[in-house]
DNA sequence: ACTAGTGTTCTATTTCTCTATTACACTATT
DNA sequence: AATAGTGTAATAGAGAAATAGAACACTAGT
């Protein structure tokens, strides 16, 4: 896994485990690896990995069982509020991100756009 | 200023003051606050200020002049170089955290639209 | 009962960021 | 010359993040 040094560890493990259970490669109910496992997958610590997973717990999103594993929620409606949730942070951030950099808000869709078409070329 | 403690507050510093920069509040040419008074307005350390400008200055957009201050670049084409770099990776970024929470393109376009026309109508 | 596989917690150590403080180097003004 | 205002650098210490290692609590299969 690849990690971007100006971010914790620990918050990158979260979003990328957020991410697999959006994506649903993850599916409601399903057992995450063990920490153990999670902590090689990642080439971390268990600690570090533990970290993240408690704060997954305290969101509800993980149901942790002590001495069988970790599992995805069965509960749905949390998933969806999930992603909606990342996804206005992240469109959030972004816009004001580029906001911050003087694009008005057509040349921020026009970049976006441009940086799509070129994507869809290479791919 | 307010920082995000998920990331070095230097490294905030020197992406304000990029923007800065890039917005035109700070024009070429033009002196900087002394890193004192810089260090008084972030109200961070002086060492932390001066890591963000030692960046800065090894990129080329700053120029420092001992005993005197510290400057923007009178070359134009470094500052349109720097603007262009910073929407291209703000762009890939959000382009990717989206992509990975599962939205195609149009969907991606379309939360973008939409952000800005509540955002517009609150304004 | 035993064992292996889980989650959980604790301590010690290292590394990085940030702060505080001091000192040094240079420029301009008086 | 003296002084004030610049950038620059070095030291020491506090705090958070991450690691390594060990131990504890629970579950399931043998």
Redesign the interface.
Known sequence: MHFDD???IY?QIKTNIY?EI???TLQPGEKLPSVRQLALDVTANVNTVQRALSEMIAAGIIDSKRGKGNFVTMDETKITDL?TQ???E??????Q??H????S?EE??N???H??TQ??NVE
Do not use: C, E, F, W
């Open positions: 100006k971010i914790p918050y991410h959006i994506m649903g992603k990342l996804i206005t992240q469109v959030a951030r972004a816009y991100q580029l911050a950099l003087n694009l808000d921020i869709l970049s976006l756009k940086y799509m994507r869809g």
